[in-house]
């Protein structure tokens, strides 16, 4: 009776802790190219990245903005909207 107990807060735990992570690696499509603040979007990712000076950091960064670019590029594959395919990638 002992162990089932443990087994099943165990797998409990782990069922809480597991949902965050995969949910926190989605990217978000922020702003979709087209829309007329997508210059401003593009321009303060590319100033973050000159200011990072930290070598991981900027790595960590600018893989973060290539899985919203990502995000952004099958957001406007959805929408059929080449264009803005390419201009995302």
């Keep these: 009776m002992k162990k089932s107990a443990i087994a099943i807060s165990f797998l ?5 802790f597991a949902s965050p992570v995969s949910a926190s690696a989605a990217a978000k499509a922020g702003i979709k190219p087209g829309s007329f603040f997508y210059f401003f979007d593009t321009a303060f990712e590319k100033i973050g990245l000159f200011f990072t000076f930290n070598p991981e950091k900027k790595a960590q960064k600018a893989m973060e903005y290539a ?3 990502l995000a952004e590029a099958e957001a406007a594959a ?7 395919v390419a201009t995302a990638m």
């Design 12 to 16: 409990v735990l782990m069922a809480i």
């Design 67 to 69: 899985e919203e670019k």
């Design 78 to 84: 959805n929408e059929n909207k080449p264009e803005a």
